[in-house]
């Protein structure tokens, strides 16, 4: 067994655990934890598979912006996960049996006989690998990257939505209201008589200055 054979079986062997630890911790924060550490992992098998782009990729955008943002989200909110555990039990045989064809799809599809690569093109120390990835994204497969983006964009306005939508005990604005909005709704001038200025005479400002 070579150096990075061994590698891979260490990493993949961390890997699976963590992605294990991020459905069965109790703890949400240990969770977010667990799943930065099978992040990191990731970005080690994707170094073995000279994919350095995206490796770096992966610490940098998930680890370094969006698993900060979640870990600072679930610490922040005051969720009580006690109540969302009580339906675990109930929903695990629907969730068991997804589970079960996902697995058997991704056997099915590893063991098909198409699924057999002989002829493997290592890639070139001489090109980057973002450059060789920049060209295939925007020539060969235009047209999956472009669908992804608009997935990407009906997940974000369907999250927008999920969180404008009116909750009890939450601050709901409706965009609408706050466009057709006037200056007279928000703005009152009120007139007010002028006091009159009070205009001390000599003698009391005299008296009230201390005697030297």
Request: proline content about 3%; overall charge positive.
């Amino acid at each position: 067994m070579d150096m990075s054979l061994a590698i891979f079986y260490v990493f993949a062997a961390v890997l699976v655990f963590a992605a294990f630890r991020v459905i069965t911790a109790k703890n949400p924060v240990h969770a977010v934890l667990y799943l930065v550490l099978s992040f990191f992992n990731s970005a080690v098998l994707w170094m073995l598979m000279k994919a350095e782009f995206l490796a770096v990729s992966l610490i940098v955008i998930y680890v370094g912006a969006v698993m900060v943002l979640f870990l600072f989200v679930v610490m922040m909110l005051d969720i009580n996960f006690e109540a969302l555990r009580k339906s675990f039990w109930k929903f695990l045989p629907v969730a068991g049996t997804v589970a079960v064809i996902m697995l058997a799809e991704m056997v099915l599809i590893l063991t098909h006989r198409y699924a057999k690569i002989d002829n493997v093109v290592e890639p070139s120390f001489n090109t980057a690998s973002a450059e060789v990835l920049g060209k295939l994204i925007y020539t060969q497969y235009f047209l999956p990257f472009q669908l992804s983006a608009v997935l990407l964009l009906v997940g974000m306005v369907a999250a927008i939505a999920l969180t404008l939508r009116k909750r009890k005990n939450t601050k709901y604005i409706n965009p609408g209201e706050q466009i057709r909005i006037k200056r007279e709704d928000r703005v009152r001038m009120v007139k007010m008589k002028s006091e009159p200025k009070f205009v001390a005479d000599d003698a009391s400002v005299a008296e009230d200055k201390p005697a030297a």
